[in-house]
């Protein structure tokens, strides 16, 4: 770590705290956007969805990315394979325990928060089989 660069507990942020301030922003984007937040840090054994919504028949599984900087990153890079296979699993346990969705056309998102509240929406981030 560089010495001029400060940590987040210089910054006095936990990484709950800052994952949490990020969701939130995250979530108020999207719903800024016309989506429907129905869903957040929903959790099964395999893992959590940062945030699941809805807009105009099509659901979305939103991964959400508190990042120092934005770079030239994929979303492969932003979001690792192991993780990217939680999520989708994760999305399969959601999908069955909430059939009201059942037949809307459904994709992963990734959303990156730099600086609490600035985002950057990578709509179709992955793909299901991933």
């Known amino acids: 770590?560089?010495?001029?660069?400060p940590t987040r507990r210089d910054r006095g942020l936990?990484?709950?705290?800052?994952?949490?301030?990020?969701e939130d922003a995250a979530c108020a984007f999207l719903e800024a956007r016309g989506?429907?937040?129905?869903?957040?840090n929903w959790r099964t054994?395999?893992?959590?969805l940062d945030a699941v919504?809805?807009?105009?028949?099509?659901l979305a599984f939103v991964e959400v990315k508190s990042?120092?900087?934005?770079?030239p990153e994929?979303?492969?890079?932003?979001?690792?394979?192991t993780k990217r296979a939680r999520i989708v699993e994760t999305a399969q346990y959601f999908l069955a325990r909430n059939r009201q969705y059942d037949g809307m056309s459904?994709?992963?998102?990734?959303?990156?928060?730099?600086?609490?509240s600035e985002c950057v929406h990578i709509e179709r981030a992955f793909m299901e089989r991933t």
């Not at 054994?45 to 959590?48: D, H, I, L, P, S």
């Not at 994929?74 to 394979?81: H, L, M």
């Open 53 to 58: 919504a809805v807009r105009a028949g099509e």
């Open 14 to 22: 936990s990484g709950t705290a800052k994952g949490r301030l990020g």
């Open 45 to 48: 054994r395999t893992g959590e």
């Open 1 to 5: 770590m560089s010495p001029d660069r």
């Open 67 to 71: 990042v120092d900087a934005y770079g």
């Open 106 to 116: 459904m994709r992963f998102d990734v959303v990156l928060v730099r600086e609490g």
């Open 35 to 40: 989506w429907s937040v129905v869903a957040r």
């Open 74 to 81: 994929s979303a492969e890079r932003t979001v690792g394979r």
